[in-house]
Protein backbone atom coordinates (compact mmCIF):
# COMPACT_ATOMS: atom_id res chain seq x y z
CA UNK A 1 0.00 0.00 0.00
CA UNK A 2 1.62 3.18 -0.76
CA UNK A 3 1.70 6.78 0.92
CA UNK A 4 -1.90 8.09 1.43
CA UNK A 5 -2.02 11.46 3.32
CA UNK A 6 -5.82 10.92 4.29
CA UNK A 7 -5.17 7.61 6.14
CA UNK A 8 -2.63 9.38 8.05
CA UNK A 9 -4.91 11.84 9.06
CA UNK A 10 -7.54 9.20 10.04
CA UNK A 11 -5.20 7.71 12.20
CA UNK A 12 -3.72 11.23 13.72
CA UNK A 13 -7.23 12.18 14.43
CA UNK A 14 -8.18 8.60 16.37
CA UNK A 15 -4.71 9.47 18.57
CA UNK A 16 -6.46 12.98 19.41
CA UNK A 17 -9.66 11.30 20.44
CA UNK A 18 -8.20 9.43 22.69
CA UNK A 19 -5.49 12.15 24.14
CA UNK A 20 -9.19 13.98 24.99
CA UNK A 21 -10.87 10.66 26.10
CA UNK A 22 -7.73 10.05 28.39
CA UNK A 23 -7.77 13.55 29.87
CA UNK A 24 -11.37 13.07 30.61
CA UNK A 25 -10.32 10.23 32.68
CA UNK A 26 -8.00 11.99 34.67
CA UNK A 27 -10.33 14.94 35.22
CA UNK A 28 -13.33 12.20 36.17
CA UNK A 29 -10.56 10.62 38.73
CA UNK A 30 -9.66 13.86 40.10
CA UNK A 31 -13.38 15.08 40.57
CA UNK A 32 -14.09 11.40 42.38
CA UNK A 33 -10.93 11.43 44.96
CA UNK A 34 -13.16 11.48 47.70
CA UNK A 35 -16.25 9.50 46.70
CA UNK A 36 -15.75 5.97 48.57
CA UNK A 37 -15.07 3.25 47.12
CA UNK A 38 -14.52 4.86 43.94
CA UNK A 39 -11.90 3.14 41.39
CA UNK A 40 -9.40 4.88 39.42
CA UNK A 41 -10.83 4.59 35.82
CA UNK A 42 -8.33 5.11 32.19
CA UNK A 43 -7.97 4.78 28.58
CA UNK A 44 -5.66 1.73 27.46
CA UNK A 45 -4.25 3.42 24.38
CA UNK A 46 -2.19 0.29 23.42
CA UNK A 47 -5.48 -1.30 23.01
CA UNK A 48 -7.09 1.44 20.99
CA UNK A 49 -4.17 1.90 19.00
CA UNK A 50 -3.51 -1.82 18.01
CA UNK A 51 -6.86 -1.90 16.22
CA UNK A 52 -6.20 1.22 13.93
CA UNK A 53 -4.26 -1.13 12.06
CA UNK A 54 -7.43 -2.42 11.23
CA UNK A 55 -8.81 -1.28 7.77
CA UNK A 56 -12.41 -1.98 9.43
CA UNK A 57 -11.75 0.17 12.52
CA UNK A 58 -10.42 3.24 10.77
CA UNK A 59 -13.27 3.54 8.98
CA UNK A 60 -15.73 2.70 11.86
CA UNK A 61 -13.50 5.44 14.05
CA UNK A 62 -13.74 8.27 11.33
CA UNK A 63 -17.61 7.65 11.00
CA UNK A 64 -18.39 7.59 14.38
CA UNK A 65 -15.34 8.70 16.65
CA UNK A 66 -13.08 6.79 18.56
CA UNK A 67 -15.22 4.85 21.10
CA UNK A 68 -12.83 4.12 24.11
CA UNK A 69 -14.57 2.91 27.48
CA UNK A 70 -12.85 4.15 30.02
CA UNK A 71 -12.46 1.05 32.62
CA UNK A 72 -11.54 0.83 36.01
CA UNK A 73 -7.79 0.22 36.85
CA UNK A 74 -8.19 -0.50 40.40
CA UNK A 75 -7.00 1.35 43.15
CA UNK A 76 -7.23 4.86 44.64
CA UNK A 77 -7.02 7.86 42.92
CA UNK A 78 -3.62 10.03 43.77
CA UNK A 79 -3.93 13.39 42.87
CA UNK A 80 -0.16 14.18 42.42
CA UNK A 81 0.08 11.02 39.67
CA UNK A 82 -3.24 12.12 38.26
CA UNK A 83 -2.24 15.76 37.59
CA UNK A 84 1.23 14.53 36.12
CA UNK A 85 -0.47 12.34 33.91
CA UNK A 86 -2.88 15.20 32.77
CA UNK A 87 0.86 16.73 31.80
CA UNK A 88 1.78 14.10 29.76
CA UNK A 89 -1.23 13.78 28.15
CA UNK A 90 -1.40 17.48 27.22
CA UNK A 91 2.30 17.33 25.77
CA UNK A 92 0.98 14.45 23.48
CA UNK A 93 -1.90 16.25 22.19
CA UNK A 94 0.61 19.13 21.38
CA UNK A 95 2.63 17.02 19.40
CA UNK A 96 -0.78 15.03 17.92
CA UNK A 97 -2.07 18.47 16.87
CA UNK A 98 1.69 19.19 15.34
CA UNK A 99 1.58 16.11 13.48
CA UNK A 100 -1.92 17.41 11.89
CA UNK A 101 -1.13 20.79 10.87
CA UNK A 102 2.49 19.00 9.13
CA UNK A 103 -0.55 16.87 7.12
CA UNK A 104 -2.32 19.37 6.14
CA UNK A 105 0.12 21.16 5.14
CA UNK A 106 1.87 18.76 3.01
CA UNK A 107 -1.50 18.26 1.63
CA UNK A 108 -1.73 22.02 0.75
CA UNK A 109 1.58 21.73 -0.69
CA UNK A 110 0.65 18.42 -2.75
CA UNK A 111 -2.22 20.29 -4.09
CA UNK A 112 0.21 23.87 -5.20
CA UNK A 113 2.14 21.55 -7.12
CA UNK A 114 -0.90 19.66 -8.65
CA UNK A 115 -2.22 23.19 -10.31
Aim: aromatic share 4%.
Amino acid sequence: MGYSPHHSIEKTNLILDLISKKQQAHGVNITNVNTPNYQKRGVDFAKHLGLSNSPLETKLSVKFGASPVMKDQGGPVHIPEELIAMQQNSILYSLATRRMSALIQEMKQIAQVGK
